[in-house]
DNA sequence: CTTGGAATGTCAACAAGACTGACGTAACCT
DNA sequence: AGGTTACGTCAGTCTTGTTGACATTCCAAG
């Protein structure tokens, strides 16, 4: 409740150099970063969203189909961490694309208690025209934007996150290999 | 920190100008930037949603204060084009709000079907407070990524929305400017 | 002056998707 | 044998979005 003239660094500071500089970055420039973030998250899902709404299904299923796309034979318990919700909302997804023949849950080999998640022939048909949408999207934006802002994209990006999103975002590997 | 240098430039390719150069962009980069997304996205609303949930309030309630802070005197028209919902949806929020001091709804003077919305001193205590909390994560943000990282942040962005959205945002101007 | 349409607001009903809490079962580990 | 872990489910709540119907107010065109 004190920054109604938040005057940080003084005029007259280095200028930027590196990623090491004190930067000069005043409450309008946070701001729009802000919305940036508002509207291009809109933009972001507005794709997949439509896709979504023919087969009703919603941005929730299009997450789980990502994950277990993107991590086949991952467990509930993984899939609960990533996508940090509770088991009772993910369930309800789980048990949606299960019964409709997208998702397979396989009694895990070494412990019997666990569910190996995998898409199916028609899970994997939804998920790749939901990416594909998705990728077309961010292709269309890094080719406007060019190579060095894709770089800079990303390392804003990973410095937002949360520590343990980082860590799991950094985790993240091709899927199949 | 990974992506310093990700060649994916065309081997040979003329160095990129202008967001012209054609890029290689395969499925896994594209992925990753769709996860980016996704965890940044979730750190990026982590701080205010604590906030927001002390006082009982909703990110509905944070996207009407943060614009109805951005350009005072606005419609409830002009506030629902940019939010992207329903007058009912905005109503019921703008309603607490109103009904719990924080904005006020004044009959608008040229044409008095309109409702010209501001923030109330209370509401305006309230905003700062998010927009102080979404603020310091993202100067983290830029200050860890450095100024041409930010640079080709906002140029992703931008390209990432919609033109309408677009349109919205680069209307945005200083409040009280 | 009347009327059509625009802007606003309200009521009711509903759905998705999140939450908590409680409970049950099976499997694993010590 | 007992405790813990993994998973699933039932029941209830909350926020935030949706439609549809309808009333009010007011500007502007005829």
Known sequence: MNDRGMGWEQPGAPAPSGGEAL??????????????????????TADPDRILAEQDYGRAHHRALHF???????????????LGVT???LNRVLRTLIADGLVESRV?????RERNLHLTEAGEALERRLSAAQRARMRAAYRAAGPEAVAGFRQVLEAMMDDESRRQYQGLREPRG
């Open 23 to 44: 930067l000069f970055l005043t409450d309008e420039q946070l701001r729009k970063g802000i919305e940036a973030m508002f509207f291009a998250y809109r933009g972001f």
């Open 68 to 82: 277990i796309n993107r991590m086949p034979g991952t467990t509930v318990t993984n899939l609960l961490a990533i």
């Open 87 to 89: 088991k009772q909302s």
């Open 108 to 112: 895990g080999r070494s412990d019997r």
